[in-house]
């Protein structure tokens, strides 16, 4: 009695949690003409015309285009993170370097709503020629995944022992070496945290996308936005939650491939003995 009353809570909960994105799914199957007559969860006349106008490329949308800008950018964004990070909580868990100031400077960053950044940053990627590029906006979601990648770097190798860092040191190692070939393999589960939820960060960011692109390097969440208008005005439910879900898709199955990583990481450490 007690499983099958955890089983519906679960059941509840899992349905409150996936609502938005349940009723999304199902508009996409739905026409125009039963999205106006019957909004609810049944589906009189499936149909798959939603997604071939999504699919459709023309000179105005392409959502290939958009779908691979934020997929170069987000890399960027993930994979720069992850290279400045790791170093630098190295130097913060076993050598005590910024701890008190750097760290929570960087931290911190998270707290500051991303908007006064706006004016400054325009300024200096059009001097640089960076405004509508993929490295650009990816340069921008760096910073955006700065602070999540310390912390968890930084609490990932703090559970290491530091007397595989000596040991690795009486055998000649390098404190590169001692990273690339010591800590690296130990701190794979934060790895795949940080690259997941870095990665899933930059493909929702939208206000920078919206600030720094214009055309060749439109990112998904701004491209999507362009599917929303009818030709002959209002909005085009069906065709926006088409679009909503295939941008949806590239995170949501990285985060399904790679849901044992993320476990592994949130529990190590948890317990010690």
Do not use: H
Request: glycine share 8%; with cysteine; net charge positive.
């Amino acid at each position: 009695m007690i499983r099958l009353l955890r089983w519906i809570v679960y059941a509840v909960a899992a349905l409150a949690l996936n609502f938005p994105v349940i009723v999304t799914l199902l508009t996409s199957f739905k026409s125009g003409k039963e999205i106006s007559v019957n909004p609810g969860f049944w589906i009189s006349s499936p149909t798959l015309e939603n997604y071939a106008t999504v699919l459709r490329v023309s000179d105005r949308l392409n959502i290939f285009a958009y779908l691979f800008n934020s997929l170069a950018a987000s890399l960027i964004g993930t994979g720069l993170a992850m290279i400045i990070s790791f170093p630098a909580a190295y130097a913060i868990a076993r050598g005590r370097y910024g701890r008190k100031i750097l760290m929570p400077l960087i931290v911190n960053l998270r707290a500051v709503p991303l908007i006064i950044f706006a004016i400054p940053l325009y300024m200096m990627f059009q001097f640089a020629g960076l405004l509508d590029t993929q490295l650009g906006l990816g340069l921008i979601l760096t910073i955006v995944n700065l602070p999540l990648s310390l912390i968890v770097f930084v609490n990932a190798i703090a559970e290491v022992p530091i007397e595989i860092d000596e040991a690795a040191k009486l055998d000649g190692m390098s404190r590169w070496g001692i990273m690339k070939g010591m800590l690296f393999p130990v701190c794979r589960p934060a790895l795949a945290t940080v690259f997941i939820f870095g990665f899933i960060t930059a493909w929702n960011e939208f206000l920078f996308g919206l600030m720094l692109t214009s055309n060749r390097a439109v990112p998904m969440t701004v491209g999507a936005s362009f599917f929303f208008a009818a030709s002959g005005g209002g909005i085009q439910w069906g065709a926006a939650s088409a679009v909503m879900i295939v941008g949806a898709l590239p995170p949501m199955l990285i985060g399904i491939i790679m849901y044992r990583q993320i476990s592994g990481s949130m529990t190590a450490g948890a317990v010690k003995g």
